[in-house]
């Protein structure tokens, strides 16, 4: 012990002073807190967004740094003051996002405002480098389709896509093959629950 204290020589007063850290308190195994990366708003019942709650459901988005890299908005319907307040929120983290949930989003809302809320949506979301992405139940038919053209046109790293439940007649399906982008990375195409017909299927294809 005494060659022990002679090799770290003298201490000062601050170090002696210092306390000791009780390390017993601490398990070795003890889990590491992670930072949130997924923003789910799809619980509760099924329910109109809008501008108010938009701003205080999102919030979490807005504060700096925040690590969240999935976000799940389903079955809840956003009106266009949600989709306002929500489009440069989502344009503000877009680069970190991978998945992507809006299915059943505008649920009861008329067309052309359903139509509004989806364009805010894909035009806040474009250039994105998606890995998921969840557009189901939105009744879209070719419209709606085209109206996410922006965020569709540019991904090219999907490797998940559903359009399941959208009454995709075969002139969406059409579109819909026209605006993704060729890529040997979508693993998964989930299409079912659509009017595509023999000849929309084909589109597919």
């Given amino acids: 012990m005494m060659l022990e204290v002679l090799r770290k020589g003298p201490r000062t007063t601050a170090e002696l002073e210092a306390p000791v850290a009780d390390t017993s308190l601490v398990s070795a195994d003890a889990p590491r807190v992670l930072a949130d990366t997924v923003l789910d708003i799809s619980g509760g019942e099924r329910a109109f ?17 925040n690590s969240y890299k999935r976000i799940c908005f389903s ?8 989709a306002n307040v929500a489009g440069p929120i989502l344009d503000s983290v877009k680069n970190q996002l991978t998945e992507v949930d809006i299915s ?14 989806m364009r805010i949506f894909s035009k806040a979301l474009e250039g994105s480098v998606l890995r998921y992405l969840n557009i189901s139940d939105n009744a879209l038919g070719e419209k709606g389709v085209r109206a ?16 399941m439940n959208d ?4 002139e969406a399906a059409k579109a819909l ?12 195409l989930h299409f079912h ?6 000849e929309g299927a084909m589109y597919i294809i």
């Fill in 167 to 170: 009454g995709i007649s075969e």
């Fill in 49 to 65: 967004i809008e501008a108010d709650e938009a701003k205080e459901l999102l919030s979490p988005l807005t504060k700096p740094g």
């Fill in 148 to 163: 996410f053209s922006e965020l569709l046109k540019s991904q090219e790293s999907l490797e998940e896509l559903y359009v």
């Fill in 104 to 117: 059943d989003f505008v649920a009861g809302r008329s067309e052309d405002e359903a139509l509004d809320v």
């Fill in 193 to 198: 629950n659509n009017m595509t017909g023999d």
């Fill in 177 to 188: 093959s026209e605006l993704i982008p060729a890529t040997e990375k979508l693993k998964v």
């Fill in 75 to 82: 079955n809840r319907s956003f009106g266009i003051g949600a």
